[in-house]
């Protein structure tokens, strides 16, 4: 299996090189050459269905067994036996509970993997990276976890002093690992971006420090939530459908891949909350950039969802110069629209869209929790809202719980009065010792720091 940019002109990699350069030298994403087709033997754990899914992307870069022992390491940290359990909210609606990772977050079922193949990869090319990153929240915690234990990967992640929950904040700054280091910036997280680009600009710093992303637009991470798709549809009879609360498009767009490979998915409702960018394109067929709103969702507020240069890429016939032109486009006018046949081809048969706001956002919360006990994040509450609308009678309908309520305690309080309490793992946050660096917001300072680290 080779690997292309989205954009045309970066040169075909195989997997071990798509995982380690996460961007294509065009600026482009790596997508396959091609959609293979599931395993026809979709028996056994989560972690050997994981490598059974796996093994047509991997070229022969990894081997089966490798990815095996690889995949079982990285689901052994999940505190629930199913990985990712099915939990029924009301007839016809279940959740699928992807936060038993160690962060509590979705994020980890990606990042859990992909810190284990990045050491291992690097391990055999005898290479040691440094991974640079800026978090508003969720990604850093879960990145740093999924590198802690890993020998040739070295972690710095910025984030912006003060503007992160605690819980947040401890799950960065508690791991008590020596190739791990956070920075609280004096400055906002668009100043923290601001400070990772310039050090990748920084191309004689990028070389001699070997800096590293870990960012959702990175192929092993769309690849290792394809599987929970499909565990969905052999756990459920399908076809069913599935609701994704969703930001950067990568969560949906891995659904999207497993009903390529075959799994019985009949539409992906992409839910948004009043960032609305992905909603109003699959409304109106026209992409438009306005700002972005903080809301009670912090992991869904984007401007603009870096995935969707995937689909974009298919639904141009796989045309790599032409999807650079649009793009090119983009950027410079703010606009992208698609013609219609590409419309009724690509997205109308598969995707629904909707959006909730804050408001709706705390009274689902709050109905769920009257109907049936349960406490949710406000980032699953914009995924049942959505899921509710689009629902329709004999289709069961699967929305994906992306964060554990007590990671987003503040809105669930306000929504139901509880204060959800977090898991046994994490009881004794509040009382490790924090370990963090404060920094200016100034690259000189920040880069210093990378180097003497
Ligand atoms: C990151 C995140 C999302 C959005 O996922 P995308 O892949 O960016 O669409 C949704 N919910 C939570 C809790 C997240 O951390």
Redesign the pocket.
């Known amino acids: 299996m080779q690997y292309v940019s989205t954009r045309g002109s970066a040169p075909v990699l195989g997997f071990a090189d798509v995982v380690l350069a996460g961007l294509a030298t065009d600026g482009g994403l790596y997508v396959p050459q091609s959609w293979p087709s599931l395993p026809a033997d979709t028996s056994g754990t989560y972690a050997e269905l994981a490598a059974a899914v796996f093994a047509p992307y991997l070229g022969g870069d990894i081997s089966n067994e490798t990815m095996l022992r690889l995949t079982r390491d990285a689901y052994a940290t999940f505190r629930h036996p199913d990985v990712v359990p099915i939990v029924d909210l009301q007839p016809g609606h279940k959740l699928m509970e992807l936060f038993h990772g160690p962060t509590l977050?979705?994020?980890d079922v990606a990042l859990q993997l992909l810190g284990r193949i990045f050491d291992h990869i690097l391990t055999e090319r005898h290479e040691k990276v440094t991974i640079v990153g800026a978090t508003s929240g969720?990604?850093g915690s879960a990145a740093i976890d999924g590198v802690k234990n890993c020998a040739n990967v070295d972690i710095v992640i910025l984030y912006p002093k003060g503007r992160v929950s605690d819980v947040q904040r401890r799950q960065m700054t508690t791991i008590d690992s020596a190739n791990v280091r956070t920075v609280a910036i004096d400055g906002t997280f668009d100043d923290c971006q601001d400070l990772v680009k310039a050090m990748f600009n920084d191309a004689p710093f990028r070389e001699k420090h070997n800096l590293s992303a870990v960012n959702?637009i990175n192929w092993a991470r769309v690849m290792a939530q394809v599987v929970y798709y499909v565990e969905a549809t052999r756990r459920l009879a399908g076809p069913i459908d599935i609701t994704?609360?969703?930001?950067?498009?990568?969560?949906?767009l891995s659904g999207w891949i497993a009903k390529q490979m075959g799994a019985p998915i009949r539409r992906l409702v992409v839910a948004s909350n009043e960032n609305d960018i992905l909603t109003r394109f699959f409304e109106s067929q026209n992409m438009n950039v306005t700002g972005v709103h903080p809301t009670l969702?912090p992991?869904?507020d984007?401007q603009v969802?870096s995935?969707f240069e995937r689909l974009l890429f298919e639904m141009n016939g796989r045309d790599g110069g032409m999807t650079a032109a649009q793009l090119q486009r983009f950027r410079d006018r703010g606009l992208l629209n698609v013609e219609q046949d590409q419309y009724e081809q690509w997205i109308a048969p598969t995707f629904r869209a909707a959006r909730a706001n804050d408001h709706d956002t705390l009274s689902t919360i709050r109905s769920v929790y009257e109907e049936t006990g349960m406490l949710i994040?406000p980032?699953t509450a914009v995924g049942v809202k959505a899921a509710r609308e689009q629902a329709e009678d004999g289709v069961t309908m699967l929305t994906l719980a992306?964060?554990h309520p007590a990671k987003f305690p503040d809105a669930v309080e306000r929504a139901t009065g509880i204060r959800p309490e977090l898991p046994e793992h994490l009881a004794d946050l509040f009382s490790k010792p924090e370990r963090t660096n404060d920094l200016p917001n100034d690259l000189a300072a920040v880069e210093a720091f990378v180097a003497n680290r």
């Open positions: 977050a979705f994020k969720d990604t959702s994704v609360p969703t930001g950067n498009f990568g969560n949906v969702s992991s869904m984007i969802s995935n994040d980032h992306t964060a």
